[in-house]
C-alpha cells in the first residue's frame, strides 16, 4: 500500500545532540509537512514543502531545518536539541487530486533529556 | 493572525447521546476547514471537509461563515467515537493547513 513512513519511531537524545526525523512516501504526492504535537497545544506546523525547491517556514520553525532530498523524502533537523523539543512528530502529505486531505505518517517520539 | 480555536479540551457523553465538538475560527478569507480524528493507535485521518458537505460515521458539520464556526455534530453518539478529534483550517489554494488544540471525546456505556 501507498504510505507515509517514518523514522525512527522513538528516540531519546541528549541536551545539544543533533538529530535527523526522516520521513518517505509512496503515494506519488508533491507537498509535504512536519509538525510536531504537544499535550494542550494540538498539533503545530514546522515546516512545509510544495516540490524539491520549494521550503516554508511553518509556525514554529525556529530551532528546526528541513530537507526535501526527493519528491518522495522530507527530513526534519534538530541542529542542538533541547528539553522542550520533547515532542510527538509528525509527518504528512497531500496532493490536489484529494482536494485538500493530508495523509499521515504514524508519528516520530521523541524525547530530549 | 489566522487561528483554530477548539475550546474543550475533553468532552464525555453517555453513548446514545448527542455529541458536539466546537470549532471557530478566524480567518479574514475564505477558509476551507476540515475535521481529522485520530483513534487509539491509529494514525490521524481525515473525518470529513466542509465543501463536500457529507455526512462520514454520522457526524456532519456546516460552516457558518456569520459565528466562523465549524461545529462537529452527531445525533447519537456511541464508544467507537471515543478518540481524539481536531478541526483544521487552510488558506484558500494555499495547502497550508494550521490545526486546533483538539479535542478528546469519551463516549460513556
Known amino acids: 500500500d501507498a504510505d507515509v513512513t517514518q523514522t525512527p519511531r522513538n528516540r531519546i537524545t541528549k541536551t545539544g545532540k543533533r538529530i535527523m526525523l526522516e520521513c518517505s512516501q509512496t503515494?506519488?504526492?508533491?507537498?509535504m509537512y512536519w509538525y510536531r504535537q504537544d499535550p494542550g497545544l494540538g498539533l503545530r506546523l514546522i515546516y512545509y514543502?510544495?516540490?524539491?525547491?520549494?521550503?516554508n517556514k511553518g509556525e514554529i520553525s525556529d530551532g528546526y531545518s528541513v530537507s526535501r532530498q526527493a519528491q518522495a523524502k522530507f527530513s526534519l533537523s534538530l541542529e542542538s536539541a533541547i528539553p522542550n523539543q520533547t515532542a510527538l512528530y509528525f509527518c504528512?502529505?497531500?496532493?490536489?487530486?484529494?482536494?485538500?486531505?493530508?495523509?499521515f505518517g504514524e508519528g516520530s517520539r521523541l524525547t530530549v533529556l | 493572525a489566522q487561528r483554530v480555536t477548539q475550546p474543550e479540551k475533553l468532552l464525555s457523553v453517555f453513548k446514545g447521546a448527542p455529541v458536539e465538538l466546537k470549532c471557530n475560527y478566524s480567518?479574514?478569507?475564505?477558509?476551507?476547514l476540515f475535521w481529522y480524528v485520530q483513534y487509539s493507535r491509529q494514525r490521524l485521518q481525515l473525518l470529513l471537509r466542509?465543501?463536500s458537505r457529507e455526512s462520514i460515521k454520522g457526524f456532519t458539520a456546516d460552516l457558518n461563515k456569520g459565528e466562523t464556526s465549524f461545529h462537529l455534530k452527531k445525533p447519537f453518539a456511541q464508544e467507537e467515537d471515543s478518540a481524539m478529534y481536531y478541526c483544521a483550517l487552510s488558506f484558500s489554494g494555499t495547502y497550508k493547513y494550521i490545526f486546533g488544540t483538539g479535542t478528546r471525546l469519551k463516549v460513556l456505556a
Open positions: 466542509h465543501i
Open positions: 503515494k506519488g504526492h508533491d507537498r
Open positions: 514543502s510544495f516540490d524539491v525547491k520549494d521550503i
Open positions: 504528512a502529505t497531500s496532493d490536489f487530486r484529494f482536494a485538500g486531505e493530508l495523509f
Open positions: 480567518y479574514s478569507g475564505s477558509p476551507e
